[in-house]
T-cell receptor, first 110, second 112 residues
Framework: EDQVTQSPEALRLQEGESSSLNCSYT??????LFWYRQDPGKGPEFLFT???AGEEKEKERLKATLTKKESFLHITAPKPEDSATYLC???????????FGAGTILRVKS | DVKVTQSSRYLVKRTGEKVFLECVQD?????MFWYRQDPGLGLRLIYF???????EKGDIPEGYSVSREKKERFSLILESASTNQTSMYLC???????????FGNGTRLTVT
């Protein structure tokens, strides 16, 4: 069974304090790994797709990386507006389904 | 930008009622999905559809059904609402298989 585990469950950072969120997965035949950001009261918003080990994507203060077993979302010099829940999801096999992790709640204090 | 619109932000229903959740997307996407989101459990797939009048069961379809009569509209139906169906329901669409999902802002359903 495909599984996605995110850690930590919650993370508190001071503004400017860089850190990383982890997404580990156990799937057969990874076709894509997706990162989403979710603000309170809203639906998830797409950030990145990674397809193969070694791939990296960047957007502003965020950088996503992928290995054969896990993905990291690196946050450099975060600001309070980066506070959100970050979700990781994988697509595997020939299906059309995404399997989501439970998310990491990030709080950045000024 | 893709817009996925869910008809209600909040709903309160009684046990045993039949409940309809509506979702409309404006980008001619092939695929549409219904998820529920519960604290600590993440998003779980209820049903999805990759074409008009087509539907596939997700991971937790029990107690739910869906309807897709038009490409832009995907409805989730709770045949007889129960308290364990109290949750946040999220609709999403995607252009083709493997492309990113675009989500609506959710319907928070409370069944009393």
């Amino acid at each position: 069974e495909d599984q996605v585990t995110q850690s930590p469950e919650a993370l508190r950072l001071q503004e400017g304090e860089s850190s990383s969120l982890n997404c580990s997965y156990t799937v057969s035949g990874l076709r894509g790994l997706f990162w989403y950001r979710q603000d309170p009261g809203k639906g998830p918003e797409f950030l990145f797709t990674l397809y193969s080990a070694g791939e990296e994507k960047e957007k502003e203060r965020l950088k996503a990386t992928l290995t054969k077993k896990e993905s990291f979302l690196h946050i450099t010099a975060p600001k309070p507006e980066d506070s959100a829940t970050y979700l990781c999801a994988v697509q595997a096999g020939s299906g059309n389904k995404l399997v989501f992790g439970a998310g990491t709640i990030l709080r950045v204090k000024s | 930008d893709v817009k996925v619109t869910q008809s209600s932000r909040y709903l309160v229903k009684r046990t045993g009622e039949k409940v309809f959740l509506e979702c409309v997307q404006d980008m001619d996407h092939e695929n549409m999905f219904w998820y529920r989101q519960d604290p600590g459990l993440g998003l779980r797939l209820i049903y999805f559809s990759y074409d008009v009048k087509m539907k596939e069961k997700g991971d937790i379809p029990e107690g739910y059904s869906v309807s897709r009569e038009k490409k832009e509209r995907f409805s989730l139906i709770l045949e007889s609402a129960s308290t364990n169906q109290t949750s946040m329901y999220l609709c999403a669409s995607s252009y083709i298989r493997g492309s990113p999902l675009h989500f609506g802002n959710g319907t928070r359903l409370t069944v009393t």
